[in-house]
T-cell receptor, first 114, second 112 residues
Framework: EDQVTQSPEALRLQEGESSSLNCSYT??????LFWYRQDPGKGPEFLFT???AGEEKEKERLKATLTKKESFLHITAPKPEDSATYLC???????????????FGKGTKLSVIP | EAGVTQSPTHLIKTRGQQATLRCSPI?????VYWYQQALGLGLQFLLW???????NRGNFPPRFSGRQFPNYSSELNVNALELEDSALYLC???????????FGPGTRLTVL
């Protein structure tokens, strides 16, 4: 069974204080690992897809990295508008029913204090 | 390009009633996924529709059902509502041959 564990559950940062969020996973052959941002009461917003160990993707103050067992979302010099819940999801690589289905972690709630 | 849309935004029902939630995917996307996000829980996969067919369902009882129409829009039906069905129901769409799913704003279902 595919599993995704995110840590910490919640993180409070001062504005400008860089940090990292962790996503560890077990999956039967990784097709892709996805990061989403979710604001309260809204749908998740797609951020990144990572496909293989060593891959990195960047967007503004966010950088996502991938190893064979975990992914990190690095936040550099965060601003209050970066406050949100960040979700990690994996997609298994087998074909047939279940293909492309996402298994999500419970998320990390990030609060950036001015 | 318009995103995934869902209706209604909020839905209030009483226990035992039926709820119908609707989703319109991004134009050109043929797959639609439904997820439940209950308070304190992560997104739980409900159903996957592709080209009008149900392709897979998550670990939910049969009273959760749905369908996909010829225009690829989708409907989620929840029968015999229970209090624990209260949650944010999210729809996502995906074009063929692409891995990423794009989410709508969700429908907040409250069961009293």
């Amino acid at each position: 069974e595919d599993q995704v564990t995110q840590s910490p559950e919640a993180l409070r940062l001062q504005e400008g204080e860089s940090s990292s969020l962790n996503c560890s996973y077990t999956v039967s052959g990784l097709r892709g690992l996805f990061w989403y941002r979710q604001d309260p009461g809204k749908g998740p917003e797609f951020l990144f897809t990572l496909y293989s160990a060593g891959e990195e993707k960047e967007k503004e103050r966010l950088k996502a990295t991938l190893t064979k067992k975990e992914s990190f979302l690095h936040i550099t010099a965060p601003k209050p508008e970066d406050s949100a819940t960040y979700l990690c999801a994996v997609q298994a690589g087998y074909s047939g029913a279940g293909s492309y289905q996402l298994t999500f972690g419970k998320g990390t709630k990030l609060s950036v204090i001015p | 390009e318009a995103g995934v849309t869902q209706s209604p935004t909020h839905l209030i029902k009483t226990r035992g009633q039926q709820a119908t939630l609707r989703c319109s995917p991004i134009s050109g996307h043929t797959s639609v996924y439904w997820y439940q996000q209950a308070l304190g829980l992560g997104l739980q996969f409900l159903l996957w529709y592709d080209e009008g067919e149900e392709r897979n369902r998550g670990n939910f009882p049969p009273r959760f059902s749905g369908r996909q129409f010829p225009n690829y829009s989708s409907e989620l039906n929840v029968n015999a509502l229970e209090l624990e069905d209260s949650a944010l129901y999210l729809c996502a769409s995906r074009p063929g041959g692409v891995n990423e799913q794009f989410f709508g704003p969700g429908t907040r279902l409250t069961v009293l």
